[in-house]
């Protein structure tokens, strides 16, 4: 029946379609299958999906229970009702996988909890395809101990996705190493020339807007800003604080996300019973800087361990110290949301939140791409990256000694 209708309808109509209806639609005709698998279609996809805002947003959520990490989808609602449950293909020879960033669909993934084992994936787990990036130019076994942060996002303009990944080998002040890894070159290549003497705080989550990656890191005169990476352009800029706030010691805890599309900071001070919400309403004009809303936790008795995501309504999701997650109103009302969880600090620390939105990219790639085929290359407990008694070494280890007045701003938080 196609064969009556334009290619321009066909391409309308099933721009509209889900994710997993369209997979299915691959297999109607050979020309459905080159049309919907090609890279102008998967583009044009993505961009309907996200310009036309239809539906409820969704919401990652990542738990890690008896070892199993479980990715989850919830509608960024009131009831916050899961949508959809993820297959999780891939094994970590850490408690579990570090979650750089999500884009358009995709997820990158480090196996660095605990130890570095240069294992980094770009994922897309609605078409079950995924990428194992090379292995790093700077590791262990040539360099020894160093630190790294790593960001992930898209280049709009090439059309191109990238992971950036700054190492630090040296904390007196020296420049970090840079690599960038780009996904149409699927190499690593060394922009170390490009770093700024800014050390990344440790274990905070980059926030993804506009073409760039951003970190709150400090400069040497112990000032916190935010530092960004275009990935277009491919070089490193800072961002402003608000003034109040680069040397507020009392504000312990910074972390940046997306709130309604605009960069946001989110503030918690140290005894974890105050939480409030800055958001740059224009992008890149410092002074438009606005304290949106303030959440007073005094009454709840400070009995939750870290702020996870600032919702659509200007709701903060929240997991306790009980391994409750909890959503709560600028009033400081506090609802209680139906997802299980536990006491152990391993499930603690692997609670992550993220914004996702389903797309067909990877679709496009071959079956090397395959989740199955990215599983079989990964290092196991018998691979040359682990003793041989099955642990691994612990030369591999994270190396947090670094020095003494570094320590004192607080720059390496677990």
């Known amino acids: ?26 297999c109607v005709s050979k020309s459905w299958y080159t049309l919907i698998t090609s890279p102008e279609f998967i583009s044009a996809h993505l961009n309907f999906a996200i310009s036309s805002n239809e539906g409820i947003p969704l919401l990652l959520l990542r738990r890690c229970v008896k070892k199993i990490e479980h990715y989850d989808l919830y509608c960024d609602d009131v009831l916050f009702d899961r949508h959809f449950t993820l297959e999780f293909p891939f094994r970590s020879i850490n408690p579990f996988f570090t979650i750089i960033g999500s884009c358009n669909g995709l997820l990158c993934l480090s196996d660095d909890r605990v130890f570095y084992m240069n294992t980094i994936i770009i ?96 400069n040497l005169d112990g000032n916190d800003l935010i530092l960004l990476f275009d990935m277009h352009y491919e070089v490193f800029r800072e961002m402003i604080l608000p003034a109040r706030l680069a040397r507020d010691d009392s504000q312990k805890s910074k972390e940046l996300v ?66 409750c997650l909890v959503s709560c109103d600028p009033r400081g009302r506090v609802n209680y949301l139906d997802v299980p969880g536990c006491r152990s600090e391993e499930y603690l620390c692997s609670v992550h939140v993220d914004s996702y939105t389903k797309s067909l990219v990877l679709l496009e790639k071959d079956p090397d791409f395959s989740d199955a085929v990215t599983f079989s290359k990964l ?21 947090h000694e670094v020095n003494p007045s570094i320590r004192q701003g607080n720059l390496f938080r677990a």
């Open 258 to 323: 997306i709130y309604r599309e605009s960069l946001a900071l989110v503030l918690c001070n140290e005894s974890r019973v105050e939480c409030c919400v800055w958001v740059m309403k224009e992008y890149g004009v410092m002074e438009s800087w606005a304290k949106q809303f303030n959440i007073n936790l005094h009454d709840f008795g400070g009995g939750f361990m870290k702020q996870l995501w600032v919702r659509k309504d200007g709701e903060v999701l929240i997991i306790t110290k009980d391994g």
């Open 123 to 218: 994922w897309n787990p609605c078409v079950k395809k995924s990428v194992l990036l090379p292995k790093p130019n700077l590791v262990y076994n040539s360099y020894g101990s160093f630190m790294q942060s790593l960001g992930f996002g898209f280049d709009p303009i090439a059309k191109d996705y990238k992971v950036v990944r700054i190492t630090y080998t040296d904390f007196d002040g020296s420049l970090p190493q840079v690599e960038l890894y780009r996904l149409s070159m699927g190499v690593w290549a060394d922009i170390s020339h490009l770093a700024l003497k800014y050390i990344i705080h440790n274990r905070l989550c980059q926030a993804y807007i506009n073409g760039s990656t951003h970190w709150i890191a400090r």
């Open 379 to 399: 290092p196991s407990l018998q691979s040359d990256d682990c003793s041989s008694d099955g642990n691994c070494g612990s030369s591999y280890r994270h190396n």
């Open 1 to 26: 029946m196609s064969d009556f209708f334009p290619e321009g309808i066909i391409v309308n109509i099933l721009i509209r379609l889900p994710v997993k209806p369209l997979i299915c639609c691959t």
